[in-house]
């Protein structure tokens, strides 16, 4: 970590000598929550004395595992865990806990699903009730929780040049989770967010729930997880429900602010949901370290949670807030951004291939699929 880091600043030693069974961390972009995670983990192997239990480090996705064994400078054994919050539902509550409460289903087989639909599973494809002529893969559909009367909604994946998802109608709904739970008594195959949507109900369940949730919480007493703005409700309701034992403690950090796997059903509210614990104490890290005055000031026009961002003491930068139509006006905003350099670089990110093409100044048709992902992938980046 960077040398300002290995000191902590006034907030993050009030986050690191609470004593609070849950510390809910909000954290600013560039306050350090990732050092800070890693620095508390250190912390408590410092005094732990137990080779029972571990230390249970959770992330979204595996780059968020792979930061904190890099900032610790090492990786975790037995008794600890260190990875996704999809493996550690699917190792410790799916797979040794799902028939208990569901003894119809099959032992379950995690396969790629919405993450990496994968041509072997099309064969289980069902019609959509509004266009028999398009098909439906359950397997890169995903769990998502309504506001409404119905206690779940499934969200379908939209063709690969999209990238996003749609709400299935009702009657596509029905029938996608017909499929899904038959190829759960059939097969076991089930999705990383059918594992997420099976956990939860595994820990809803009257007769079981609590005890797999002191099962888990005497093998892991503490509860750690990075980046938890972008557990979606399901995933949100199982480490809530491990967190309700008494014995069970817990360091959740993230910025609800910063939520990008929406489509999971992320969003800045299940944030505060943690805040209901018993025992849970709300701390801030509101101070970056990394973003000036001008880009602080221009975030908080879009922060849709509550608190200050406080800019980092180092360097003025420059800002521009930019409001455009369409893509087609992306150009104009690179020209501008250059005319106010002398001399550099300017780099642009976009979401989009068609953006993409539009900036490079590429005409014609769209390139063709080889049909292999990983070679028109290399065509679309030679091009």
């Not at 306050?31 to 571990?54: N, P, Q």
């Not at 994968?118 to 359950?138: F, V």
């Not at 059903?265 to 001008?294: M, N, W």
Request: charged residues 20%; hydrophobic residues 40%; proline residues 6%.
């Amino acid at each position: 970590p960077p040398t300002f880091m290995r000191s902590p600043t006034t907030e993050q030693r009030a986050v690191l000598n609470s004593t609070a069974r849950v510390r809910l961390v909000r954290a600013a972009p560039g306050s350090g929550k990732t050092w800070l995670v890693a620095e508390a983990i250190r912390d408590e192997l410092a005094h732990w004395s137990t080779g029972a239990a571990g230390i249970a480090a959770l992330s979204f996705t595996r780059v968020g595992g792979d930061e904190i064994r890099q900032t610790l400078g090492r990786d975790l054994g037995h008794p600890h865990f260190v990875g996704t919050l999809d493996a550690f539902v699917f190792r410790y509550i799916v797979r040794p806990h799902l028939r208990g409460v569901f003894p119809e289903y099959s032992a379950p087989i995690l396969v790629p699903g919405e993450w990496e639909p994968d041509r072997n599973w099309h064969r289980n494809d069902i019609p959509s009730a509004a266009n028999p002529k398009i098909r439906i893969n359950p397997f890169a559909c995903v769990w998502r929780r309504s506001n409404g009367a119905r206690p779940s909604h499934v969200l379908a994946q939209k063709k690969a040049n999209s990238g996003r998802y749609e709400l299935l109608d009702e009657q596509d709904q029905v029938a996608v989770i017909k499929r899904k739970k038959e190829l759960w008594r059939s097969r076991g195959l089930i999705t990383h967010s059918d594992a997420a949507y099976l956990a939860s109900a595994v820990l809803r369940d009257s007769s079981r729930g609590q005890y797999v949730c002191e099962a888990i919480a005497r093998r892991f007493s503490l509860v750690v997880v990075d980046e938890l703005q972008d557990t979606g409700r399901f995933l949100t309701e199982t480490i809530f429900a491990l967190l309700r034992s008494p014995r069970a403690r817990g360091l959740l950090v993230g910025d609800p602010d910063q939520a990008i796997y929406e489509f999971t059903g992320a969003t800045p509210q299940l944030f505060s949901v943690f805040a209901k614990l018993d025992g849970a104490t709300e701390l801030a890290l509101a101070s970056s370290r990394r973003c000036p005055k001008a880009i602080a000031t221009v975030a908080c026009h879009f922060k849709e949670s509550e608190g200050p961002l406080h800019p980092a003491e180092h360097g003025p930068g420059r800002a521009f807030l930019v409001r455009y139509n369409d893509a087609s006006e992306i150009a104009q905003v690179v020209r501008v951004v250059l005319a106010s350099r002398v001399g550099g670089a300017v780099k642009v990110v976009v979401r989009s291939n068609s953006t993409l093409r539009l900036l490079a100044g590429v005409t014609g048709a769209n390139p063709v699929s080889l049909g292999c992902r990983p070679a028109t992938a290399l065509q679309r980046g030679v091009q």
